[in-house]
């Protein structure tokens, strides 16, 4: 199991920039892939990003690439997403997601990264306003 707390969260202007954070504890970190999640009020929760196990893949949903970035420092069990030019569609809570790393066949999928999510965090909330 894992537990996982975001952080960073925040009211930024349009086209400033924040950093989300998640620290996870549990054993493990780096036998889990990450991904980050958002949910706007009166709105389906989607994917935005997602990191393999290793950091070396990753993906994202269209309206963000290139603006977020994720990442991770599984010597500090903690995921990252540096979301630069932010947009009022930005605005949402956004949540940290764990499951396991996957099999050597589908570890490194795109299907597989987006797919179902095991464990959660509580969400932090990005508001983007001028």
């Known amino acids: 199991q ?9 009211l930024v202007q349009p086209g400033n920039s924040l950093r989300l954070s998640c620290a996870a504890s549990g054993r493990t970190f780096s ?3 990450m991904g980050w999640f958002r949910q706007a009020p009166g709105k389906e929760r989607e994917f935005v990003a997602a990191i393999s196990w290793n950091g070396v893949v990753k993906y994202y949903v ?7 970035t994720i990442s991770r420092d599984n010597a500090k069990n ?5 979301m630069n030019s932010l ?10 997601a764990a499951k396991g790393a996957g099999t050597p066949y589908n570890r490194y999928s795109e299907t597989y990264l987006k797919g179902p999510y095991d464990y959660w965090g509580q969400g932090t909330q990005v508001t983007v306003s001028s």
């Open 2 to 10: 894992v537990q996982l707390v975001e952080s960073g969260g925040g």
């Open 31 to 33: 036998g889990y892939a």
């Open 62 to 68: 269209d309206s963000v690439r290139g603006r977020f």
């Open 78 to 82: 903690t995921v990252y997403l540096q």
């Open 87 to 96: 947009k009022p569609e930005d605005t949402a809570d956004y949540y940290c």
